[in-house]
């Protein structure tokens, strides 16, 4: 791994566009049509969004903040199941919310990124099977229908589905939803392209595999295995039109063909395969679990060295990173962590990928999923008050954007030493630790 007081000073291409990445389910509030909700109600969540960071009620604030942090860009989602709470029904009322702060963040010149679909959709719509269904593919069509002409004219980037690669397919259910999401994606990517100019991608889940012992041949070829059905897959599908499955015949869909305008790349770690672990029981993202980040993401999964080899399999079209970012407490890491990253990217770059922006994730702390402790945010929120305080990275990445690049000097400013992992993350074993300490 590259040492940060040692990086180089690192400038970006001119006109590279630099902003932060945020999700509707994961800082809205009060979702309470989604099936996220449903689900967290039903049980099994560690936490419930509840509030989150009550950003419907607070995203006046937040599109101010968005600016005042010198963010050139932002990346968020709509909330289907807020537009289209029962089937059919349209509530005009949440429309013409989003697109009061689709205004907002356009009056005051922020370049915005609209996901479709990151995650969350309505609860009927989940009832009715959702992606494991092809036929529900007209709901999405009639959503988009309604959608996608209020808001293209403040739209300048588009992401269909959010990491919709993102499962490593080994039951037939989730190949056939996998294989659904392409045809989802290519029937949104058209939609859209016929009311807006703007480039539409989808956000891949670009997670880098390696084998645990790279001289075991299991570990060899799971870890192949899993790269190509993640990703592999997708970029052979809209490069050729071609659709492999696991279980059923290959599909010739040529709407799929060509149905990016650039890669949206989402990339936080590695991860490394041991094929003697059932696919269930791998350690993974184990940092997401703690308050701090733990000894397993310092020294196994933070690799920068993986952004730059993933990145060299992207070189037919430009590249836009709209999600990387880490979990810490001790936001002295996310400095460190962001360091390392672009200087990863700008070696990409000088190896001929064209990697055109980078989005953090996340602009502020939010809710991870299942719990409140992963706080990935530029910005700290107080899950009480909703206060919002920038922490020091936010100021680092701030000067970061005004310097299209990372100096030594801004290194050493933010940074006096490297920071080292507390006794109980470098040995603590994460199973046996207790959520709350
Ligand atoms: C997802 C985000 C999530 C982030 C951090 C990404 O895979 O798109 O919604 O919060 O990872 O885990």
Same mark, same amino acid.
């Given at each position: 791994?590259?040492? %940060? ?35 967290? @109600? ?10 989150? /960071? ?20 932002? +990346? ?39 996901? @479709? ?62 294989? =659904? &999401? ?20 989808? !956000? ?15 570990? =060899? ?15 052979? $599908?809209? +490069?050729?039109?071609?659709?492999? !499955?696991?279980?059923? *015949? ?5 709407? %799929? ?8 790349? =989402? ?18 993202? &184990? ?18 060295? #993986?952004?730059? $080899? *993933? ?14 970012? /880490?979990? /810490? ?6 400095? %460190? ?14 190896? #001929? ?8 994730? !996340? ?11 992963? +706080? ?27 310097? *299209? #690049? %990372? ?7 933010? @940074? ?5 992992? !507390?006794? +109980?993350?470098?040995? $603590?074993?994460?199973?046996?630790? &207790?959520?709350?300490?």
């Amino acid at each position: 791994m590259y040492d %940060v007081f040692s990086l180089p000073e690192i400038k970006f291409p001119d006109g590279f566009l630099w902003g932060a990445a945020t999700a509707g389910h994961q800082i809205e509030g009060d979702n309470v049509h989604s099936q996220c909700w449903a689900g967290e @109600l039903a049980g099994g969540f560690r936490e419930t969004s509840g509030k989150a /960071c009550n950003h419907y009620e607070m995203y006046r604030d937040d599109v101010a903040l968005i600016r005042e942090l010198g963010h050139q860009a932002y +990346r968020m989602s709509i909330e289907w199941c807020r537009i289209e709470p029962t089937e059919g029904c349209f509530d005009e009322k949440a429309m013409e919310h989003y697109l009061d702060e689709l205004r907002l963040l356009k009056q005051q010149g922020t370049y915005v990124l609209v996901t @479709l679909h990151h995650g969350s959709h309505p609860q009927w719509f989940d009832e009715r099977g959702a992606f494991q269904r092809i036929e529900n593919l007209g709901c999405f069509e009639r959503y988009l229908e309604y959608l996608a002409p209020k808001i293209a004219p403040y739209v300048d980037n588009w992401h269909t589905l959010n990491e919709p690669n993102g499962a490593w397919p080994i039951s037939r259910e989730m190949d056939t939803a996998r294989t =659904n &999401k392409i045809k989802f994606h290519a029937r949104a990517y058209r939609l859209v392209k016929s009311y807006s100019d703007a480039p539409v991608s989808y !956000s891949h889940c670009f997670m880098q595999y390696m084998p645990k012992r790279h001289y075991n041949a299991y570990d =060899n070829l799971i870890t192949n295995v899993k790269d190509f059905l993640q990703h592999e897959t997708w970029f052979h $599908a809209i +490069r050729t039109g071609e659709l492999l !499955s696991l279980y059923g *015949n290959a599909e010739s869909v040529p709407e %799929v063909k060509g149905s990016v305008d650039y890669w949206g790349v =989402n990339a936080y770690t590695r991860h490394m395969v041991d094929a003697r672990i059932a696919p269930g029981d791998a350690p993974r993202f &184990k940092h997401k679990e703690l308050k701090m980040i733990a000894k397993d993401f310092y020294l196994e999964e933070m690799y920068p060295e #993986g952004m730059t $080899a *993933n990145l060299e399999r992207l070189t037919d079209k430009p590249v836009y990173i709209t999600e990387n970012g /880490c979990a /810490c407490d001790d936001d002295r890491f996310r400095i %460190v962590y962001i360091a390392l990253y672009l200087s990863a990217i700008r070696e990409a770059i000088d190896l #001929g990928v064209d990697v055109r922006g980078y989005f953090y994730w !996340s602009f502020m702390d939010n809710y991870e999923w299942s719990s409140f402790l992963p +706080r990935f945010g530029l910005v700290h929120v107080d899950f009480e008050t909703f206060e919002r305080t920038p922490k020091p990275s936010a100021y680092f990445y701030r000067d970061v954007i005004a310097q *299209n #690049g %990372v100096t030594p000097e801004l290194i050493s400013r933010y @940074l006096s030493e490297l920071p080292t992992l !507390s006794r +109980r993350d470098r040995g $603590a074993s994460p199973a046996k630790m &207790k959520v709350s300490e």
